[in-house]
């Protein structure tokens, strides 16, 4: 696993997520890139509800145990091939973080879920899956993307037991990394035609200058940062 090319060396390229040897064509390229967008998401922390959160904090000392729960739906044919599949957050970077690392796992979900209801005291079981451990650094860029293909690929056999994707962090630190769960203004802007000017009250002169036409205008949009799931699927 890689966040930036400074993981994989001299030698090999990041391609999501993973180190490709320069020069090699990643299996991926020949695969359907899918983005799906979670049917419910929460977050839990001791001694506190999961409603109405639209920031998550992992790894604090403060919130110790504190734990992402994404449920997806997901309908994959028994013979497609997961090549890779990776559940992708993304950090708040306007929430002060620790400059080390937070490790980053996940874990199948087991039991049924419902983020309205949702409490520390009411949480789902969890069962391991032999996910990779991913390091979410600060200076790794906004994006973090957990390996999660060996849960994904139970979604074939459509087993009854599978309730989506639990994030959790291993160790502690002392402000935790932040993840975004909601929409917000992140900057990108969309071309809005401006209005017209008001006609001049007499007719104008040749040497008078003329108001300038209507032009485009650019106005935030809000995007969906939460998390997401991002499959390379043949």
Aim: with cysteine.
């Amino acid at each position: 696993m890689c966040a930036s090319e400074l993981d994989c060396g001299a030698q090999a390229s990041c391609v999501a997520g993973r180190c490709v040897a320069r020069g090699a064509t990643a299996a991926i390229d020949s695969a359907r890139r899918l983005l799906v967008e979670p049917v419910d998401v929460a977050y839990v922390r001791p001694g506190a509800g999961a409603a109405g959160s639209s920031i998550a904090v992992l790894g604090s000392r403060a919130d110790g145990g504190s734990m992402i729960l994404a449920r997806f739906s997901v309908q994959l044919p028994p013979e497609s091939n997961v090549l890779e599949a990776y559940l992708v957050l993304e950090r708040a970077t306007d929430v002060d973080a620790d400059p080390g690392s937070v490790l980053l796992g996940t874990a199948r979900i087991v039991d049924p879920w419902d983020s309205r209801t949702l409490s520390w005291a009411r949480q789902p079981r969890l069962e391991e899956a032999g996910s990779p451990v991913t390091p979410a650094a600060s200076w790794a860029g906004p994006l973090v993307r957990l390996d999660v293909r060996t849960i994904v690929q139970r979604w074939r056999r459509r087993v009854g037991d599978d309730f989506g994707i639990a994030v959790v962090a291993e160790g502690r630190s002392g402000a935790g990394v932040a993840f975004a769960l909601s929409p917000r203004h992140r900057g990108r802007f969309d071309p809005v035609l401006a209005p017209e000017p008001p006609p001049s009250p007499q007719p104008l002169s040749a040497l008078e200058p003329r108001p300038a036409p209507a032009s485009a205008v650019a106005e935030p949009r809000a995007e969906l940062v939460g998390p997401r799931l991002e499959l390379y699927v043949k």
